[in-house]
């Protein structure tokens, strides 16, 4: 993805990690055009209509209508989007001189704070020059994607304590590297960094391909060495870690209790990070979230740790830096029980593509393209939930959750986080939900700023008229 200009997938929905991980990077994506053929083998894809794309040919795609079209389509830069990222230039057009008005006037009279999503530093400073106020959230499961991807493949695979601490070992140091490069990008703004939530098998060998590998080695049909101790050593151990249901299974805080030391190295590569950056005259504001908590107790166990590693950290450096720490609620039980939840959390941060996903009971990944088509036509809803909240189900655990958080903790500090924080009518209802702020992708920073304005001017006039 990192070398790709535009990604075009077969499978997947709006938010289902690859395409978060695109938008993210502000890269043009098409996701879930399931009447694609793709021949993995042949390096080819057919569409509807018998078309045959192979690789190495060129192929457009628009990101916005989702069309893709044969051959080289010519494009032109946005002259909104240069504008965000180099500001107004005295001689900008007469649409860059009104988006320029509309934005200061939407940011004079928004409530809510807009932060963005992202990784890296860089996506960070784009954040920051599209009018971020601070990250809420970097997941930091795609720091370890990539060349990465195989040291958390040793810890998850571990067989004892000395081969689990040393992949540990060797993460932490990346990690600091990470956490100092965006610290350092938002300097002076909070920075709300999530503990490794990644769905088991993004990051194991695809348990198929590893037992036909197997398979043929042993029945000597394999390549010559194609399957070593290793790999059957690694058969067993997918095996045993495969679930049929990842996105339900040993993800999030389950996964950081269940690991012993997989938390406490980030967050000692947060502490350090954050002491690295005060010694380098900044001012880090790092904010530590837990995600896919259900039940306060999950919350307390890691809270402890986080705490514990914090202090260590604070007295080796001699530097001591304020860290909220707080919790995703993306799982319907968080919502429910927020209160008590709230006793744990400094802050809640809604995961609404989880709450949606697991609301609704459909997942985020499989069933966009498979029915939602049919789901519109009949009426179920007018656009898809992973796009814009559904206000009467999943919105209504986020007023409940708002209200029953609060009242634990009234000064409890309330933004949301999901793919939903970037769409303009989701973007009312927070606003009309009481949250402090959204996240959202750097692109749609702009989109969320003026959306929150509107919605503030909205609720104003909505006031005169009723005292009338
Ligand atoms: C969410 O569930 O809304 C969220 C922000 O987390 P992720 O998309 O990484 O699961
Ligand atoms: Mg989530």
Known sequence: MIAAQGILTSRGGKTSHAAVVARGMGK??????????VDLAGRKFTAPGGVTVSEGDVISIDGTSGVVYEGEVPVVA???????????????????????????????????????????GEDSARAVRFGAQGIGLTRTEHMFLGERRQLVERLILASG?????AALDALEPLQRGDFTEILEAMDGKPVTIRLIDPPLHEF?????ELSVKVALAENGAGEPGGASDKDRKLLEAVRRLHEQNPMLGLRGVRLGLVIPGLFAMQVRAIAHAAADRVKAGGDPQPEIMVPLVGAVQELEAAREEIEQVLADVWKETGSEVKTLIGTMIEVPRAAMTAGQIAQAAQFFSFGTNDLTQMGWGFSRDDVEGAFFSRYIDLG???VSPFETLDPDGIGRMVKIAVKEGRETRPDLKIGVCGEHGGDPDSVHFFHGAGLDYVSCSPFRVPVARLEAGRAAVLE?????????
């Open 28 to 37: 043009t994506c098409v996701c879930g055009a399931d009447e694609l053929e």
């Open 78 to 120: 946005s002259p909104v989007v240069e504008y965000f990222e180099h500001g107004r230039a005295g001689d900008a057009d007469e649409l860059v001189v009104a988006v320029d008005k509309l934005m200061r006037h939407a940011d004079a009279e928004r409530r809510l704070g807009v932060r963005a999503n992202s990784d890296t």
């Open 161 to 165: 304590d000395d081969e689990r601490q």
């Open 204 to 208: 194991l060998p695809d348990l198929t």
């Open 380 to 382: 179920v809803f007018g």
């Open 460 to 468: 104003a006039a909505a006031g005169s008229s009723d005292s009338r």
